[in-house]
């Protein structure tokens, strides 16, 4: 039986409509309702408590763990849409609001006049802009086509970690993204520690922490920590960027000596984050290095 990444008539997602309003009222005041309820109820962006598996997260994980990325919050919200009986689609996001270059998934319903507009529960797009969100370059999808390429990229995934002696690997190269801290809110600005681990090749890893500030119009990488197996740097952004994770920004790795004043109280914010969270970051890398 093929995976499902939506109930939208299990209890607990039937409890959850019920707990925001019930399906009788128009789909963007369901939405917001439930953007208040990420809100609320701090729904982590993170992917620690459980980084291997399930490759794609439904929308009954995120309302158990409290926990998921933009993939997992998106299968919520459109669960959600379809328990109402409203329009639900997904939005497979390539150039975000911000101009910036993403792999990114919202989900979109219909206005009241017909229209499809995106809806984004993951910070920051929440912050500013989580309804009608105005992200540049998208294709939406069916919740059918929707499930087909999440098998799809599992499948893909499960089959490349055949190159690494522990199949758990899969996890990690389907959501390499694993968890991202706000540690600064003001009403217009956000601060972010965003935690990315990729596996080059089996038996190598990399563990790249981005202290990352955003206002409603613009997003930017101060600094980032970048972890190997054999050395530990910082790097500031020296250069013009085209977009937030253009690699041409970089200055020389350096330690923390060599940033500007202005941006080291970011880079011990990546190492605080860091700190917090070092046993489920070293089961993570463990099992990519093996």
């Excluded at 409290?66 to 997904?90: E, I, K, M, R, W």
């Excluded at 998208?138 to 995934?157: G, H, I, N, S, V």
């Excluded at 935690?195 to 190598?204: F, K, N």
């Excluded at 190492?271 to 489920?280: R, S, W």
Aim: charged share 15%; with cysteine; hydrophobic share 40%.
């Amino acid at each position: 039986m093929a995976h499902s990444y939506r109930h939208p008539d299990a209890p607990a997602l039937q409890k959850w409509l019920a707990e925001l309003g019930g399906p009788q009222q128009p789909a963007l005041t369901l939405c917001a309702r439930a953007l208040d309820w990420f809100d609320t109820n701090e729904i982590a962006y993170s992917r620690l408590n459980a980084p291997f598996t399930p490759l794609q997260r439904s929308d009954l994980d995120v309302l158990r763990w409290h926990s998921g990325t933009c993939g997992d919050f998106s299968n919520l919200l459109v669960s959600l849409l379809q328990a109402a009986g409203l329009p639900a689609a997904y939005a497979v996001v390539t150039r975000d609001c911000y101009g910036d270059l993403q792999d990114h998934i919202c989900a979109a319903t219909q206005d009241a006049v017909g229209r499809w507009v995106l809806v984004d529960a993951t910070d920051p797009y929440r912050k500013w802009h989580g309804l009608a969100c105005p992200h540049q370059d998208y294709t939406l999808l069916t919740p059918a086509a929707m499930t087909a390429r999440f098998q799809q990229e599992e499948k893909t995934w499960q089959s490349a970690a055949a190159q690494w002696s522990d199949p758990r690997t899969a996890g990690l190269l389907y959501a390499p993204w694993l968890h991202s801290e706000i540690v600064m809110e003001t009403e217009d600005s956000l601060g972010s520690v965003f935690i990315l681990l990729t596996l080059p090749a089996p038996g190598q890893w990399q563990l790249t922490a981005y202290y990352q500030c955003y206002t409603a119009v613009r997003g930017v990488a101060l600094v980032r920590r970048v972890h190997t197996a054999t050395t530990s740097f910082l790097q500031f952004s020296a250069n013009s960027a085209a977009h937030i994770w253009d690699e041409g920004q970089w200055s020389a790795p350096g330690t923390v000596r060599d940033l500007p004043a202005k941006v080291v109280f970011a880079s011990e914010q990546i190492d605080a984050v860091l700190a917090a969270h070092e046993k489920e970051l070293a089961n993570a890398i463990t099992c990519a290095s093996r």
